[in-house]
């Protein structure tokens, strides 16, 4: 048999894809000069490259869970800190949200939301009525990428 095509009978060199993921929460208002702080939810509860600093200092509201997905927990925590932030700001929103599961609204979290009324989305509307789906979200994933890639080169350089 030829050498290119025969089996390998012990380890291959190399490395294993990386498997690591993250969610992130994008909330703008529908004019698109408000944003909300994003939401950046990962496995890692406490990350290595973040072990000095405080969380609360963070751009982003940090958050953690096994498989870096949306809870209904996180959900809820992050209306409760927009509804605080609307208070405090004395304003009135409607929030509209998509029917995904996790977006639901305990009623310990309704009874305080003074500021906030959360609307849902009709069935099947989300990628014409969601403008964020539109663009927003696809520009920034780009964006996200390019920075990635870019600090992914200078630790290699370094």
């Not at 994933?141 to 200078?154: A, D, G, M, P, T």
């Amino acid at each position: 048999m030829e050498p290119s095509r025969t089996l390998a009978f012990s380890k291959l060199s190399g490395h294993k894809k990386e498997k690591s993921r993250v969610s992130i929460l994008c909330a703008v208002n529908a004019s698109g000069t408000e944003k909300m702080k994003l939401a950046f939810i990962h496995t890692s509860r406490r990350p290595h490259a973040l072990r000095n600093i405080n969380y609360d200092n963070l751009p982003v509201h940090y958050y953690s869970n096994k498989k870096a997905w949306m809870q209904m927990s996180i959900f809820n925590e992050l209306l409760l800190k927009l509804n605080s932030r609307m208070n405090q700001r004395s304003r009135k929103i409607i929030l509209l949200v998509d029917r995904a599961p996790v977006h639901i609204v305990l009623d310990k979290t309704k009874a305080k939301l003074n500021c906030i009324q959360v609307e849902f989305l009709l069935a099947n509307t989300t990628p014409v009525l969601q403008l964020c789906d539109a663009g927003v979200i696809y520009s920034f994933k780009c964006h996200y990428k390019s920075l990635f890639i870019q600090n992914r080169i200078k630790g290699r350089v370094t």
